[in-house]
């Protein structure tokens, strides 16, 4: 009886065991998948462009290679997040308004260098 209840037990804990084991789904799986599915919704009604629009502009303004991009809901405006890595070795943050693509902000550093130079614009300073 007692080699019984040693054997229950240990399979109790061994089960217990694998149950914290096994791959839990991660919240921000699902947050992703969420942003995404709002994103492409939104497109689809015609709210904002599609993404691949607003790197076309950004591409074509700040030369480079795309690290992130989201779409953002900023106090009810959204907007395009893209963090660009430059030729130059700097990482830019642009700001877009989703619905139309109006370039609203860049942030980075070093942003008075590129006074004069393509994809300069006055609100940079």
């Known amino acids: 009886m007692q080699k019984k209840t040693i054997l229950a037990l240990t399979g109790l804990a061994l089960g217990g065991f694998l149950l914290t084991a096994a791959p839990l789904p991660l919240r921000a799986d699902d ?3 969420r942003d995404h599915d709002r994103a492409r919704e939104a497109v ?5 462009l599609p993404l691949r629009d607003i790197l076309e502009r950004a591409e074509a303004e700040f030369p480079g290679r795309l690290l992130e991009a989201e779409l953002e809901d900023d106090h009810g405006r959204l907007t395009y997040e893209v963090k660009l890595l430059t030729e130059d ?7 877009y308004d989703a ?8 942030e980075g550093r ?5 006074r004069g130079h393509r994809g ?6």
């Open 120 to 125: 300069w614009r006055e609100q940079d300073r």
């Open 89 to 95: 070795g700097r990482v830019l943050e642009l700001v």
């Open 44 to 48: 689809l009604r015609g709210e904002v």
């Open 99 to 106: 619905r139309d693509g109006t370039l609203l902000g860049v």
């Open 110 to 114: 070093d942003l008075e260098r590129r």
């Open 31 to 33: 947050d992703h998948r």
